[in-house]
């Protein structure tokens, strides 16, 4: 938003009739002033008017005992009708503040018009301009006559005291440069001051006078408003001195300009061919190592493929261990944990003593005794899987531990036992019924033979 104040003796402000700055030295309530200076009259007619660039304008003064009726409006519409008497006196009071108004240039007028004898004063402290567009500014700026924004010709014309820069030669001028939508000079007036003209982005020319009975700084010599934010332009000062009033003197300037992170269109720029080439291999880059990664990482999760199961029915490609008794292959559904298939514990078969090694406690069996069937020959054993006998066997220091020669063959029945074979027969005998869970092999010498009555699983 856009604050411009400007004080009532500035040259900006144009005076109808019989104004007269005042100040402390005439009056010392005046002190009350703002910057210590007003513009008084008491000359009813008498008017000031501002041409202005915002969406609203208020008027600053006093309410004392001698001010009587004025009238005030923007662009002649909505005349207000005001008295500024006061039995108190009341410094900096607002005398006149518009509705708010459609964001363009206007004009405010204010005409004294007393109808009291005795009440027939009004005064000018000071003029508020805003522009509450969030476009038009977020901040301002000063620049002091020193910055090299400021430019003047012909530089011998010009000399540089205490800020201040000051020409006394007809037609020296002094351009200032920025950005922004809003820019004001500031100067001083002073009794040795006369006209000279104001320009902006070179177009038609202004004329002020910055000739007072009073002297003051910071009073604005040149305004202007509703430009481009984002371009530059330029504010030039002539000086057109007369025959006694010379003096043309330029203290700073100030600009309110936009935040550029809210107006991101002055800063953009076209890509050229080779950046967006540049982007495009840098994405392709990117995509193609993100697909290499997500590729990678499955097949490092999923691991090598696990090399198949040799069927049952191969051979074993490992040598048999020399000194050791052969034992019929066994198979299970359920495989032991140490990878050998055990006999089952409820098959017993009759043996040679003094040719059967000695032997460990059997590893329980996979199926609970008190649910597994049992099958009885002659002679029962204790029941041994292989792992075991073949770890006994070959324990040091034991005496299964030495290597024995095989027994001899024996002529034997065999006990043959598939998966799910249900009831089988033995040499001809009463069906026995053994478990799915087991497949087993037994052999026992010819000269053994089953009893006579028939055993069933228990």
Aim: charged share 10%.
């Amino acid at each position: 938003m856009v604050q411009v104040v400007i004080d009532g003796t500035s040259p900006i402000l144009g005076y109808r009739g019989s104004w007269v700055p005042v100040s402390h030295l005439l009056d010392p309530l005046h002190a009350m002033d703002s910057n210590d200076t007003a513009v008084t009259t008491c000359s009813s007619g008498d008017a000031m008017s501002l041409n202005f660039f915002g969406t609203s304008v208020s008027l600053h003064g006093a309410l004392r005992l001698n001010h009587g009726v004025y009238t005030a409006s923007v662009d002649n519409t909505d005349t207000v009708s005001t008295n500024g008497f006061s039995a108190g006196e009341v410094w900096g009071s607002a005398l006149y503040t518009s509705l708010p108004l459609s964001r363009g240039s206007h004009q405010v007028v204010l005409t004294n018009t007393p109808n009291v004898t005795g009440q027939n004063c009004v005064d000018i402290d000071w003029v508020q301009i805003e522009d509450t567009d969030p476009s038009s500014a977020t901040g301002s700026i000063l620049s002091h006559s020193s910055d090299p924004a400021f430019q003047w010709s012909p530089s011998s014309a010009w000399q540089s005291s205490g800020g201040v820069l000051q020409t006394n030669t007809s037609q020296a001028s002094l351009k200032y440069t920025f950005t922004g939508g809003t820019a004001a000079l500031f100067g001083r007036i002073d009794v040795t001051n006369g006209p000279y003209l104001c320009s902006i982005n070179g177009g038609a020319n202004t004329t002020y006078t910055s000739y007072s009975f009073y002297p003051a700084d910071s009073q604005v010599l040149c305004y202007a408003g509703g430009l481009d934010p984002t371009q530059q332009h330029t504010i030039q000062l002539y000086n057109t001195p007369n025959a006694t009033n010379a003096a043309l003197q330029v203290t700073y300037a100030q600009v309110w300009q936009i935040d550029s992170s809210t107006h991101s269109g002055a800063s953009h720029k076209k890509l050229s061919s080779g950046a967006i080439a540049g982007i495009v291999i840098v994405v392709i880059g990117v995509v193609l190592g993100l697909i290499a990664g997500i590729l990678l990482f499955l097949r490092r999760r999923r691991g090598p493929a696990a090399a198949a199961p040799k069927p049952d029915h191969e051979p074993s490609d490992k040598p048999p261990i020399e000194g050791v008794l052969s034992f019929p292959r066994i198979t299970s559904r359920t495989p032991d944990p140490l990878g050998v298939y055990p006999i089952a514990s409820s098959i017993s078969r009759d043996v040679d003593a003094d040719s059967a090694p000695a032997i460990a406690p059997s590893l329980p069996s996979p199926v609970s005794e008190s649910h597994a069937p049992t099958i009885r020959l002659n002679s029962p054993i204790q029941s041994l899987s292989l792992s075991q006998e073949i770890a006994e066997s070959l324990a040091p220091g034991s005496e299964s531990s030495t290597i024995r020669s095989p027994s001899p063959p024996l002529q034997s029945s065999h006990l043959q036992v598939h998966l799910d074979a249900g009831p089988l027969s033995l040499d001809g005998h009463d069906m026995y019924d053994a478990p799915p869970a087991y497949a087993g092999y037994t052999s026992r010498p010819s000269s053994i033979q089953p009893q006579s009555q028939p055993h069933t699983a228990s």
